[in-house]
C-alpha cells in the first residue's frame, strides 16, 4: 500500500470525517461527537482517490467521541459535489452512542447499514434493530430521514412474512 502525500489526505478528510456519517444527525446523538477526532481500525483499508473511495475491511472498528461502530466492511463515497454516502456490513453491525443531554445510549443492529447523505437518511436493512433506553425498534427494515425526524420500520423482507416489533416506555417514566 502507498504512502497518500499530503494532497491526498486533504483529499480523502473528508471521507474520514464522514465516517461520522452513521451518527446521521438523530435528534438523540450526542452533538460534541461531531468535534472529536475519528479513529479507524481495520485489518486493511483500500482508497482510491480518482473514485473518491475508502473501504475499511476486516473487524472494523471507528470510534469518535461516544459513537463506536463495530463492522466487517466499511465504504465510503464522495460525489463530485462533495457529498458523502457510506455501507456498513457485518454479522451484525454493531453501533452504540450516547444520548444528547442524558445518560443512556442508543444502539443498534443490522447486517447492513447504509448513509444516503444527499438525503441525509440512514437504513437498517436485515435484522434491525434500533435501542434507546427501554425503548426498542425491530423489524426486516428501519429508516430515519434526519431532515423530518421521521422513523420507519418495516417487518418481514425478502418475501418472508414478519413483523415490527416496539418497546415504548410509558409517559410517565420518559426522559424530555
Known amino acids: 500500500m502507498r504512502v497518500m502525500n499530503e494532497t491526498a489526505v486533504r483529499r480523502w478528510l473528508p471521507c474520514l470525517l464522514a465516517l461520522a456519517l ?29 473514485k473518491r473511495v475508502a473501504v475499511y475491511e476486516g473487524h472494523v472498528v471507528m470510534t469518535q467521541g461516544t459513537l463506536m461502530i463495530n463492522a466487517e466492511r466499511i465504504e465510503v463515497r464522495q460525489d463530485g459535489k462533495g457529498v458523502i454516502s457510506g455501507l456498513a456490513i457485518g454479522n451484525p453491525v454493531y453501533f452504540r452512542q450516547k444520548m444528547d443531554a442524558s445518560s443512556e445510549f ?40 434526519s ?6 420500520a418495516k417487518g418481514g423482507g425478502d418475501g418472508v412474512p414478519g413483523r415490527v416489533r416496539a418497546v415504548i416506555r410509558p409517559r410517565a417514566q420518559a426522559q424530555p
Do not use: C, H
Open 106 to 145: 442508543a444502539e443498534g443492529w443490522a447486517q447492513r447499514i447504509e448513509y444516503d447523505g444527499q438525503g441525509d437518511k440512514i437504513r437498517l436493512l436485515g435484522q434491525a434493530r434500533l435501542k434507546r433506553g427501554i425503548e426498542e425498534l425491530r423489524g426486516s427494515l428501519i429508516t430515519y430521514d
Open 22 to 50: 452513521f451518527q446521521g444527525n438523530p435528534a438523540w446523538a450526542e452533538k460534541a461527537d461531531r468535534d472529536k477526532p475519528i479513529n479507524v481500525e481495520a485489518d486493511s483499508v483500500r482508497m482510491d482517490d480518482v
Open 147 to 152: 431532515a423530518t425526524g421521521l422513523f420507519q
